[in-house]
């Protein structure tokens, strides 16, 4: 091997390793973009993770510092390869963040990876933002082919979310009882999963 080609050989590991270990999402229709999170977005992150509201709906639960938060961004850079999880800000057309969508759990060998979803807001709440959400990130995953398997984890009480996630062709197939943190309880969970004809 000549250097010329031994530089070529080492350039091109770099540039894999780098796309490897960090990359950004960036996808959109005429409804709304789905991005990767950024620092830009500290402050709606800050908001949505320290509303009490919401804890109970997560294994891990604020409140959190705003330089907690800001190192959780930088992991965040992280591809779903090495961190196992990745996050999605929201946003409609006029870029104007109204909520997340969190790939978990990710695991290579069945290629499956969990799906979470929250808009905040209530004013876009029923306006399909959601379900166009999750319906963009169906057509990214099926086109880039490196997920086989969507499952989603609900709360048995969470109707809406239970007929949103069925609307876009999820299927139970098991429920369990979880052990809920912030409220120290058990309770019970709808498992359903999309599965990809790749």
Same mark, same amino acid.
């Given at each position: 091997?000549t250097?010329n080609?031994?530089?070529?050989v ?60 800001? &190192? ?26 109204? &909520? ?13 990876v &969990? ?16 379900k ?6 169906q ?44 409220l ?15």
């Amino acid at each position: 091997m000549t250097a010329n080609n031994a530089f070529n050989v080492t350039l091109t590991a770099k540039i894999l390793l780098k796309m490897y270990l960090c990359f950004m999402i960036y996808i959109k229709n005429k409804n709304l973009t789905l991005r990767s999170i950024a620092t830009e977005d500290i402050d709606f992150l800050f908001q949505v993770e320290n509303d009490s509201k919401y804890f109970h709906l997560s294994d891990s639960y604020g409140p959190y510092t705003k330089q907690e938060l800001l &190192g959780y961004i930088e992991q965040a850079k992280l591809s779903l390869a090495v961190s196992k999880q990745y996050r999605l800000v929201i946003c409609t057309p006029k870029d104007m963040p109204i &909520g997340f969508l969190d790939l978990y759990g990710y695991n290579k060998t069945d290629q499956s990876v &969990g799906l979470g979803i929250i808009i905040y807001d209530k004013q876009f709440r029923r306006q399909g933002y959601a379900k166009n959400a999750i319906d963009l990130l169906q057509q990214w995953v099926f086109n880039t082919g490196m997920i086989q398997t969507l499952f989603a984890d609900v709360l048995a009480t969470n109707q809406n979310s239970l007929l949103l996630f069925q609307s876009l062709g999820f299927k139970q197939y098991k429920t369990i009882p979880k052990w809920n943190p912030y409220l120290k309880e058990f309770k019970q969970m709808i498992c359903l999963k999309f599965e990809f004809n790749l």
